[in-house]
């Protein structure tokens, strides 16, 4: 039933709650109860003055009647109907009941929303807890120090004299442990109150360089022809950079960035685009530049060249996340492995050969997506050495959802597709 057929519906659901009967309603506006009948049932329109007299006799709004939900909450209802079809929702009639029963839709909604909150919570949390190389450390220091109290402890309390000499030492051991256990207790519950928001605690140095260039954008076009003592003030200068790892790490991608800028300006790559559309292949051979400096460009001005923004992520020959610019819908895990079915991966097996692939992100939202990958050496070459490669893939989001889309996920503990043949272990989701 379509949207603007309902109005009968919401007169009918309003007269009831004005305890209004329908003679009576149709008197007051000066037509037969039949007539309304035939309104409140959806088998005549309405419309004008007519619908104007209705909405004042119930004390509405006009555009209550004749618009009914809002679409925002019409489209979530329809989401969570999705979500949850097993039960047999019926999706084709979200917008009926939302508007004959706004507070139950609004309620679902809002139960809905909470529940894909909950979901990102515990994704965030699960891969933290397996993962989190702090965390890690911290339990093994901990299980280190109270394995040295208790040895100490049994010593102590074996049957015996001790001598004073050493009776003070083993005293002094379970002192000195006991309070470093108790220090390094405190950090870790400190860090883990601190770790609600996913993003507000930084662990690793790729975590901080990603973190600094997603504050610039990855664009530094303005470095151009700065030296290297100006690029370096530059990086030392950068909040987020809080280790000398992560600040030798942002020099060599921020050296990469601006190679690219100076081969491929942005105001080549705005014509080349407006030209040739989102076609990084056909870019990289107009412009005569590799293909993955078309790539980072992209996703550097994908704002300014092309309706939405994209994003990038970058790898290793060993498949580790090395450089990520998130982009909504394209969850990208910080800590785990992930899904080995991205284009990203593939390309290290076919090197310096262009990939491209639509794929469908599994999980509540299912967005689509079209990648462009590809995995060009790095280095000098070397006789009778084995090339070593980076992998980068854009990550362009699409309007529609692609029905032959090549599923992917994020990570294996949190993706709920089933029968993967590429599964590492099971899903908390599933």
Known sequence: MGRDTLTGSRIRERRAVAGMRQAELAKAVGISPSYLNLIEHNRRRIGGKLLVDIAMELGVETSLLSEGAEAGLISTLEEAAADGAQAGAEVDRADEFAGRFP???????????RIENLERTAVTLTDRLTHDPHLATSMHEMLTMVTAIRSTAGILAEPGEIEPEWQTRFHRNLNEDSQRLAD???QLVAYLDGAGDAAA???LPTEE??????THGFRFDDLVEADATELRKFVQSQTELTSEPSQGMAMTVIRQLLDDARRLPAGRLEVLVAELGAAPVDIANMAGVPLAV?????????K???PVACGL???DGAGTLMLRKAVDGFPMPRFSAAC???PLFQALARPMQPLRQVVTVTGRDARSFECFAVADPIGPMRVDAPPLYHSYMLIIPQEAHAVDGYEVGSTCRVCPSQGCEGRREPSLLA
């Not at 609004?106 to 929303?113: G, P, T």
């Not at 360089?209 to 997603?214: N, P």
């Not at 078309?294 to 994908?302: D, E, K, P």
């Open 201 to 203: 605690s930084l662990t």
């Open 340 to 342: 080995p079915k991205w």
């Open 209 to 214: 360089v990603d973190a600094m260039l997603s």
């Open 103 to 113: 507070g139950w839709a609004a309620l679902i909604a809002r139960q809905h929303s």
């Open 304 to 306: 300014e060249v092309l």
């Open 294 to 302: 078309v790539l980072r460009r992209m996703a550097a001005f994908s």
């Open 184 to 186: 390094s207790s405190q």
């Open 313 to 315: 992520v970058m790898c």
